[in-house]
């Protein structure tokens, strides 16, 4: 079996494409793919049977070897630095639950920022393996 890597894959779309060790494109559709896997990372290692589409060459019966790499996983702070980040989130959670509880939201622009700083600790967190 032919073994290659994903050049991209959109779950919105359902397909995309293998680039071959040949180096040829191998259009990729979404019913190619392991049962229960829903999407393929960018250069992710895959195995497939390739049989003749209407458009060229197209991947079957796909097998994951090694994930592709990924880019929040090798971008997200140290622990270290995390741990002060989480400390200081504390910090404005503890003056914003202050502010609650005299029956007042934090003022607009307060709000944008903890709820900006909220999102990119939880993307930091929410690391895919």
């Not at 070897?65 to 997200?76: D, E, L, T, Y």
């Not at 003022?107 to 944008?112: F, G, I, K």
Request: hydrophobic share 40%; net charge positive.
């Amino acid at each position: 079996m032919p073994t290659g890597r994903v050049r991209w894959f959109d779950a919105a779309k359902g397909y995309g494409f293998i680039a071959s060790e040949k180096g040829e494109d191998v259009f990729l559709p979404a019913a190619a793919l392991p049962a229960g896997t829903t999407t393929l990372r960018k250069n992710a290692k895959v195995e497939y049977a390739v049989i003749a589409g209407r458009r060229g060459p197209q991947a079957m019966d796909v097998k994951l070897i090694a994930s592709g790499p990924s880019m929040v996983k090798a971008n997200r702070p140290k622990p270290d630095d995390m741990a002060a980040i989480c400390e200081d989130l504390i910090k404005m959670l503890d003056s914003a639950g202050n502010t609650l509880r005299r029956h007042h939201y934090p003022a607009p622009a307060e709000s944008r920022k903890l709820a900006t700083l909220l999102r990119a600790v939880a993307d930091n967190f929410d690391v895919q393996d």
